[in-house]
Each structure stands twice: as structure tokens, then as C-alpha cells.
């Protein structure tokens, strides 16, 4: 399966406190996407950075990528209790359809 | 206004019915897509559509069988409903075909057979 792991399975922090959560992916890629899920929701698209960036940021995220490792993470910046959900990374391996991660499950309590 | 909108919201139907999803996105989008949720939270993606066109058929038993009336409507129809088709179901769109493009996503329809 071509599909991604991610690293923690799940992270529980203090509210404030940053969160980090890795990706890793099994072939070469164009483009990785994360994306968060809150409970009982659809999933809303957080960044895109494509295989020729090294970093992104928007807002308190931010997204790093090292092809040579076939490695990303997402760093959450002073986390709260909002940013309580799931997070997926999503790969397109070279082709026109995202494979997603298996998640990551961030509890902030306030 | 909801960008993309699923109904029903909830389903639950005995084994060897007959149901469908539907689906309508107002972004004016060329790509739509769906997807199943697993109860472990795995998501693979199903069937994508471009301007009514088939262009992704995963190996998706052919009991589920996608319409496209208009680039703006992708329904899901599943025949003969099995125990392992209860899961999460989403539909989402993109501006254009291709993974290179953020994906909007339904709120989802959790599909539960008994």
C-alpha cells in the first residue's frame, strides 16, 4: 500500500503548548497536503507545499518538506482547544488522485 | 451557503437494499470525488469525475455505481448493500483535475447496514 504514515498516532498537549506532527510517505511525490478533520465533520484543507518547497506557513501552521527523507511535518504554534481534531497528510505519489495518511489525533485541553 | 452539501447526512438500511447519495458543490468546480471513510479513519478515494466525465474508478466493487448529471452533481448509488459498506462516505470537489489542488470536502454521510 502506497498509503502514508503518520507520526504520532495521537498527541495530547496543553492549550499554548506547540503540537508537531510528522508524515511520511513511501514514493516520489509532486505535491502533500494537509488537511484536519474535526470530529463528526468533513475534512478542510489546511496547506499544500509542493515537491520543489521546503516550507510554508499560514497562520500558527507551519508545514515542512524533505523529499530526500520522503518526510513532512506540521507544526501547530500555540495550540487551543479549537485545534482539538484529526490531522491528515495526503500525497499524490505522481499521479492525479491524493492517497491520505493513516492521521494524527490532537486532544488540546484548555 | 454550504459549499458542498451531501444528503442524507445519516443512513441506515438493512443488507440487499438499494440507496444513494447525493451530492451538489456551488464553487462552480470542474472536479468532483468520492471517498470512503473506514471506521479506523482510513480515507480512500472511490470515484473522481471531471465535468461529468469518469476519469477515476478505483477497485470499487461495481455495486457502487457514480452519476454526474452536471459538473455541479456527483451521486453515489449502491446496490445489494453489504455489512462492509458501512462507513463514512465523502464527497468533494477541485477547481481542476489533478492532485495539485486543495479539495473541499462534504460534510459526510455515515452509511451504517445492519
Redesign the interface.
Known amino acids: 500500500s502506497q ?1 502514508g504514515e503518520e507520526d504520532p498516532q495521537a498527541l495530547s498537549i496543553q492549550e499554548g503548548e506547540n503540537a508537531t506532527m510528522n508524515c511520511s510517505y513511501k514514493t516520489s511525490i ?2 502533500l ?1 494537509w ?1 484536519r ?1 474535526n470530529s ?6 489546511l496547506i ?1 507545499i ?1 515537491s520543489n518547497e521546503r516550507e510554508k506557513h499560514s497562520g500558527r501552521l507551519r508545514v515542512t518538506l524533505d523529499t530526500s527523507k520522503k518526510s513532512s511535518s506540521l507544526l501547530i504554534t500555540a495550540s487551543r482547544a479549537a485545534d482539538t481534531a ?1 490531522y ?1 497528510c ?3 505519489y505522481n ?6 495518511g ?2 494524527t489525533r490532537l486532544q488540546v485541553f484548555p | 451557503d454550504t459549499a458542498v452539501s451531501q444528503t442524507p447526512k445519516y443512513l441506515v438500511t438493512q443488507m440487499g437494499n438499494d440507496k444513494s447519495i447525493k451530492c451538489e458543490q456551488n464553487l462552480g468546480h470542474d472536479t468532483m470525488y468520492w471517498y470512503k471513510q473506514d471506521s479506523k479513519k482510513f480515507l480512500k478515494i472511490m470515484f473522481s469525475y471531471n465535468n461529468k466525465e469518469l476519469i477515476i474508478n478505483e477497485t470499487v466493487p461495481n455495486r457502487f455505481s457514480p452519476k454526474s448529471p452536471d459538473k455541479a452533481h456527483l451521486n453515489l448509488h449502491i446496490n445489494s448493500l453489504e455489512l462492509g459498506d458501512s462507513a463514512v462516505y465523502f464527497c468533494a470537489s477541485s477547481p481542476i483535475t489533478g492532485a495539485g489542488y486543495e479539495q473541499y470536502f462534504g460534510p459526510g454521510t455515515r452509511l451504517t447496514v445492519t
Not at chain 1, 463528526?40 to 484543507?45: P, S
Not at chain 1, 499521479?95 to 491520505?100: A, P
Request: charged letters at 20%; a positive charge.
Open positions: 498509503q509532486n505535491n497536503q488537511y478533520q463528526g465533520r468533513g475534512l478542510v484543507h499544500l509542493r484529526s491528515f495526503a500525497t499524490d499521479t492525479d488522485k491524493l492517497i491520505f493513516t492521521g
